[in-house]
C-alpha cells in the first residue's frame, strides 16, 4: 500500500479525528467477563471499566468502533490505549501487560485503517498512538499537607511511556498523539520518552500534543495558560498543538484563537460533546456540535478536528460533512 505524509495533505484539507472510544464501549453494556475473556480470567482485581483491556479480550468491538468512525468519515484512529501505561495499570496490578496492550491496540487500528484506505486510496487513514496523561502528576502534590510530596517522579514517567511507545510503534502506529494534557510536565516527560525512543528505533513518526483547559480559568489543572503551555512544549518538532476533552466545543473557541495566533505547528481540536449533565452524561447533539465547530471553521483556527468525551459517529459524520466546505488554517510545516 502506498505511503501518504499527512504533512502534505495537512496543507490541503481539514483532517477529521475521531470520537470518544469510551461512549461507543458503553453501548454494549459489557460485563466483568467481558474484560478477563482469554485474558485473565484468573486476575484478582475486578477489571470492568478498564477499556483498553478490551483490545485483548474483545478485539472485534474496538475494530467495530473503529470502523464506525472511518465510516462516518474520520481520517484518523485513536488507539484504545488512553490508560496504557504502567502506571495508569497498576491500580489494577497489570503493569505486566503494557507491550500487549498497546501492541494490541494498534494493530487492531491499522488493519481497519488499511481495509478503509484501500477501499479508497484517495482518502487513506491514519492511526495515532494514544498516549493519556496518567493518573499521576508530576508538577502538584497529592497531599494538601505535603505540598512537596510527589506521587511519579519525572523518570518513572519517562520509563513508562517509553515502555508504551515502542508497543504502538511496533504495532503500527503512522503518528503519536499525547493527549488530554493537564500538567505538562508529564507531558515533557512523554515527548522526551517518544524522541528517546524513536532515536532507538530509528523512526520518525509525526508528534501531536492535546492539552486540556480545566475550567473557566483558562488554565490546565497545574495552572498554565493556553500560550504557557504551548511555549512549554514548542521545542519539539511536532506536527500539531491542541486541546481536547474538560470543555465543549463553544468553551474551547476562545483558547484555540490563542493557539492558531501563536503557534507555527497545526491546531487539533477535540472537544466533548458539551458539558456531562448531573449523571455524567453528553446532551449535546451531533447538529449543535457542528453549528459551534463550524465557528471554528469560520474563523481558520483548525487543522485537524474530532471529538472527545460524549461523542459518536453521528458527531463525527457532522464534523466530516462540514469540513469538506473549508480550507484549513494556514501552517509552516
Not at 118 to 135: E, L
Request: with cysteine; proline share 5%.
Amino acid at each position: 500500500m502506498p505511503q501518504h505524509n499527512i504533512q502534505d495533505i495537512l496543507k490541503k484539507r481539514i483532517l477529521v479525528l475521531d470520537g470518544a472510544m469510551g461512549t461507543m464501549i458503553q453501548r454494549y453494556t459489557l460485563t466483568e467477563d467481558d474484560f478477563r475473556k482469554g485474558w485473565f480470567e484468573g486476575h484478582k482485581k475486578p477489571l470492568k471499566g478498564n477499556n483498553d483491556l478490551l483490545s485483548l479480550t474483545r478485539p472485534e468491538i474496538i475494530k467495530e468502533i473503529h470502523a464506525a468512525y472511518f465510516e462516518a468519515g474520520a481520517d484518523i484512529a485513536e488507539t484504545n490505549t488512553f490508560s496504557g501505561t504502567s502506571i495508569a495499570q497498576a491500580d489494577y496490578d497489570l503493569q505486566h501487560i503494557v507491550y500487549d496492550l498497546n501492541y494490541h491496540s494498534a494493530k487492531i487500528a491499522r488493519e481497519v485503517a488499511d481495509e478503509f484506505t484501500a477501499k479508497n486510496p484517495d482518502k487513506p487513514r491514519f492511526v495515532a498512538g494514544s498516549i493519556g496523561p496518567t493518573n499521576r502528576t508530576a508538577s502538584l502534590s497529592p497531599d494538601v499537607n505535603d505540598p512537596g510530596f510527589r506521587a511519579v517522579s519525572y523518570d518513572q514517567l519517562v520509563d513508562a511511556y517509553s515502555d508504551q511507545v515502542r508497543a504502538l510503534i511496533d504495532g503500527g502506529c503512522d503518528l503519536l498523539l499525547v493527549e488530554t494534557v493537564f500538567d505538562t510536565l508529564n507531558a515533557k516527560a512523554a515527548l522526551f520518552a517518544i524522541d528517546q525512543v524513536q532515536e532507538e528505533k530509528g523512526t520518525a513518526l509525526p508528534i501531536m500534543v492535546s492539552g486540556t483547559i480545566t475550567d473557566a480559568s483558562g488554565r490546565t489543572l497545574s495552572g498554565q495558560t493556553t500560550e504557557a503551555f504551548l511555549v512549554s512544549i514548542e521545542h519539539m518538532p511536532l506536527l500539531s498543538v491542541g486541546l481536547n476533552c474538560a470543555l465543549g466545543a463553544e468553551t474551547m473557541r476562545p483558547y484555540l484563537q490563542i493557539l492558531n495566533k501563536n503557534s507555527r505547528f497545526a491546531v487539533s481540536a477535540h472537544p466533548n460533546a458539551g458539558l456531562p449533565n448531573e449523571f455524567g452524561e453528553y446532551d449535546e447533539t451531533a447538529e449543535l456540535m457542528g453549528a459551534q465547530i463550524k465557528q471554528f471553521l469560520d474563523e481558520g483556527l483548525v487543522n485537524i478536528i474530532g471529538g472527545c468525551c460524549g461523542t459518536t459517529p453521528d458527531h463525527i459524520k457532522a464534523i466530516a460533512d462540514l469540513v469538506k466546505n473549508y480550507e484549513p488554517r494556514r501552517i509552516e510545516l
